[in-house]
């Protein structure tokens, strides 16, 4: 199987900062690298596929970046609806399987 | 638009079993493949089935093949996830997903809100 690890683990921040996840893989994917927006008590939320295409209705503050192994989910410029926890996924093969997940809190 | 809505979720014993539904809308459902993703406090998500549009193929978490089914019925938009053998560590809120293409690009586009399982004596 595949493993994801995703770092950091959790990050404080204010709105308006940038801020990087980086997701890493333990073989090679590809491209076929999803990440999802996650809050509590709501169903999650794809944001990119394809390593770098930002699914449809999602702001362009975030974006995606990598191929192979290392990738990253970067946010530009903070949103206060942008505190949650965001997750990468691999979808190069069966089983799929997720990263540990990133939580990002306000500073 | 889309909609996804679990039920069948609530709490059951180990060992014993609970059936999962999903009901689609707002798209064609039989040209889709399906997930069940499942999310626990300490394991964040976790990935547990998917079957093809028509139901020809299906792949499974390895810690819940030989467990768990999944299953779809086209005439009724429904998606199922039959769960056998039930153990505490199952417990989770299951998820039912829609990946955006038709044998899976195995990754999902749109979720449901969720239904939690517990598994407690």
């Known amino acids: 199987d595949i493993q994801m690890t995703q770092s950091p683990s959790s990050v404080s921040a204010s709105v308006g900062d940038r801020v990087t996840i980086t997701c890493r893989a333990s073989?090679?994917?590809?491209?076929?690298l999803a990440w999802y927006q996650h809050k509590v008590g709501e169903a999650p939320k794809l944001l990119i596929y394809?390593?770098?295409t930002l699914e449809s209705g999602v702001p362009s503050r975030f974006s995606g970046n990598g191929s192979g192994t290392d990738f990253t989910l970067t946010i530009s410029s903070l949103q206060p609806e942008d505190f949650a926890t965001y997750y990468c996924?691999?979808?190069?093969?069966?089983?799929?399987?997720f990263g540990p997940g990133t939580r990002l809190e306000i500073k | 638009q889309v909609q996804l809505v679990e039920s069948g979720g609530g709490v059951v014993q180990p060992g014993k079993s609970l059936r999962l539904s999903c009901a689609a809308s707002?798209?064609?459902?039989?040209?889709?493949?399906m997930h069940w993703v499942r999310q626990t406090p300490d394991k964040g998500l976790e990935w547990v089935a998917l079957?093809?549009?028509?139901?020809?193929?299906?792949h499974y978490a390895d810690s819940v093949k030989g467990r768990f089914t999944i299953s779809r019925d086209n005439s009724k938009n429904m998606v199922y996830l039959q769960m056998n053998s039930l153990r505490v560590e199952d417990t989770a809120v299951y998820y039912c997903?829609?990946?955006?293409?038709?044998?899976?690009?195995?990754?999902?586009?749109?979720w449901g809100q969720g239904t939690l399982v517990t598994v407690s004596s």
């Open positions: 997903a829609r990946d955006p293409y038709s044998s899976a690009w195995r990754f999902a586009d749109y």
């Open positions: 707002g798209f064609t459902f039989s040209g889709y493949a």
């Open positions: 079957i093809w549009f028509d139901g020809s193929n299906e």
């Open positions: 073989q090679g994917i590809s491209r076929w």
């Open positions: 394809g390593a770098s």
């Open positions: 996924q691999q979808a190069n093969n069966f089983p799929i399987t």
